[in-house]
């Protein structure tokens, strides 16, 4: 089975995970070079990072991509630690389990989860108490304006993505309060009811200006095709899942929205074949709707062509 190609959404923020091999602890004394890789790696790409947290073996990376790809950030930082844990321990063979793990963030909601979730690893590994405690994520940069409490330079700490909107309220304050929240949710039984979160009104916006699915869909470059059905997802039924979509239920919304979406993927230049196989629908249907677009055209052509 062939790989699935990398996502490619310059603008779009990352959830990264990149795991040791068999899921092996690396030297508790290498976590400071680690950040120091990764802080070098920063230097040679054009992503922008908004949060970290590196583990005994796996590292938790929150960043938004720029023009380049990803790999140009991934590829080095995998490979120097590979190169650290092997002097370290004095061995050879893997070090890096799988192909590390993208995840793009179409919603707001799913980014705030994505740095919350790095900056409480810790504290969900039983390796400290407090978020506060661990040294070698990005919480500390979020609950301080100090510079000093950087341990990346290059780190671009997102807080505003949890403004209130209150007044006399700091981006920091915002961030402590949303972590508390978010911290005793995850404390919480699956049966004991939830306290009510913290407003994000401001938040919200600044992901719509910065991030939002919307802004990202006016950019010229060709996504993978993944990418395309995610956004359009995003956009046309946000309440809908991708396995909903792929099931192949024959309801007529669902129907409405697979032909949207193969028209979108149809557009963005992805072959029939690769959009059938993808939503899991029959070669028939993409047919019908690539003739529809064909036709479509050559009307708007002979139209432009009148005298």
């Known amino acids: 089975m062939p790989r699935r190609k990398r996502s490619y959404l310059p603008g779009c923020a990352f959830h990264i995970t990149a795991r040791s091999h068999n899921g092996e602890f690396w030297p508790d004394e290498l976590r400071t070079e680690i950040v120091e890789i990764i802080a070098l790696g920063l230097k040679q790409t054009d992503a922008v990072l908004h949060a970290f947290a590196v583990m005994t073996n796996h590292i938790h990376l929150v960043l938004r991509q720029g023009e380049a790809p990803l790999s140009q950030l991934m590829h080095p930082v995998c490979q120097r630690t590979a190169y650290a844990v092997h002097r370290a321990v004095k061995r050879t063979g893997y070090v890096m389990g799988y192909r590390y793990f993208d995840t793009p963030s179409i919603e707001e909601s799913h980014l705030r989860n994505a740095i919350l979730y790095t900056h409480r690893n810790p504290v969900e590994a039983l390796m400290c108490a407090d978020a506060c405690d661990y040294e070698w994520s990005s919480h500390r940069a979020y609950l301080s304006a100090s510079p000093s409490e950087k341990r990346i330079s290059a780190l671009y700490a997102v807080n505003d993505l949890f403004a209130s909107g209150l007044p006399d309220r700091t981006p920091q304050q915002d961030y402590a309060d949303f972590y508390v929240w978010y911290d005793a949710c995850k404390k919480l039984a699956p049966s004991d009811p939830r306290p009510y979160a913290p407003g994000v009104t401001a938040g919200d916006e600044y992901w719509l200006e910065n991030f939002g699915v919307k802004r990202l869909a006016k950019r010229s470059y060709r996504p993978d095709l993944r990418d395309v059905v995610i956004i359009a997802l995003a956009e046309l039924a946000p309440t809908i899942s991708l396995d909903a979509l792929r099931v192949g239920l024959r309801t007529r919304p669902l129907i409405a929205l697979r032909?949207?979406?193969?028209?979108?993927?149809?557009?963005?230049?992805?072959?029939?074949?690769?959009v059938a196989r993808y939503l899991n629908t029959s070669d028939s249907t993409v047919s019908r709707v690539n003739v529809a677009l064909a036709r479509k055209a050559r009307r708007c052509d002979s139209w432009l062509d009148r005298p």
Do not use: K
């Open 259 to 274: 032909q949207a979406i193969i028209e979108r993927a149809l557009r963005a230049g992805h072959r029939p074949i690769d």
